[in-house]
């Protein structure tokens, strides 16, 4: 009895997530057919909205030469490290001002107030500073993601169960202790969604970059193909960055469940 009122609890939950499913794929058919019924209208001005069959064409041709993976390769790259070094700063930061109410009252309030802020605006700093080359696009990935990750940090620090708190400190734990054996298991989640919503900026930030001073990388070749007014290698081209950004998005919430499986 106790199994037959367990699947009839399981079945209206996957009855809605095939209604999500299909949902979901029911919109993104209508995008397709929008689209199509635009580029064939004649609405807009030739190309600005190429039909399917010539994106089609263009990603094809787009992911059949080695010359795109090596551009995406340079971006991945140049990202990779904004992460980490954004990333690890936000994370300190955000650590020390979760912990210190001093410290947080008189610097969080510069953090809520730059975070906004469009980045590109520093690129011409970051270009005297770092140069041309790759040093200026990580900078300016680094600074896109280091606001995000550092307040979802310092917000997850007050958060932390005190009970937890005073266990280790019962145990007389030091500061290292502390941050790896109770602020950070207990923060996961905050460090997780500021990671996700980092990467998201820190990826607009370096394609930002590169579409203005660049000679390689995606955004260079997106720039390239607008300048060219070859619309479909464009579009193909922002699809192929679109699926990346979310499978990236996936993998790191991804990562978020899987501690919790480890945790039952």
Known sequence: ????????QRAPATSRVSEVTLLRIAIVVAVLVIWELVSRSGLLYRD??????????????????GEFYWNLGVTAGEIGVAMLVGGVSGLLVGLILG??????????????????????IFFPVMIMWFGVGPGSKIAMGA???????????ASGMRQIDK?????????????????MKIYLPAMRHPIINGVRLGLGVGLIGTLL????????????????????????????????????????????????????????
């Open 143 to 153: 600074v896109s993601c280091f606001f995000p990750i550092a307040l979802s940090v």
């Open 48 to 65: 600005v909205v190429p039909s399917l069959l010539a994106i089609g064409r263009a990603l094809f041709d787009l992911l059949t030469h």
């Open 163 to 179: 009970v937890l708190i005073r266990v280790g400190q019962s145990f007389r734990a030091n500061t290292a202790q502390m941050v």
């Open 99 to 120: 912990g210190n109410r001093f410290l947080a009252k008189a610097f969080e309030a510069y953090l809520y107030y730059l975070g906004p802020t469009p980045k590109i």
């Open 1 to 8: 009895m106790a199994e037959t009122g367990r699947l009839t």
């Open 209 to 264: 970059a590169e579409t203005k001073l660049s000679n390689k990388g995606i955004g260079f070749l997106i720039i390239q193909a607008y300048s060219l007014f070859d619309m479909p290698r464009m579009y193909a081209m922002l699809i192929v960055l679109f699926v990346v950004a979310i499978g990236a998005n996936a993998l790191v919430g991804r990562l978020g469940g899987l501690d919790r499986i480890k945790q039952r």
